[in-house]
């Protein structure tokens, strides 16, 4: 079983999956939505990191 990993927006805003993609996906779609910015799936996942 895969770790669970979080991913935290400056704002707030916290997503937390088992899946990479699934993260990436979610911080895209609030970055872009909510901040009016496109971010890569590579600056999604230098965001990443294991939830405690
Ligand atoms: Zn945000």
């Known amino acids: ?3 669970l ?3 935290r927006c400056p ?3 916290e997503v937390r999956s088992r899946d990479e ?3 990436v ?3 895209q779609l609030h970055a872009k939505t909510i901040h009016g ?3 890569t799936v590579e600056q999604a996942r230098a965001l990443i990191q294991i939830a405690a």
């Open 21 to 23: 993609d699934e993260i």
């Open 5 to 7: 990993k979080s991913l």
């Open 25 to 27: 996906r979610m911080a």
């Open 37 to 39: 910015q496109e971010i």
């Open 11 to 13: 704002c707030g805003f």
């Open 1 to 3: 079983m895969s770790q």
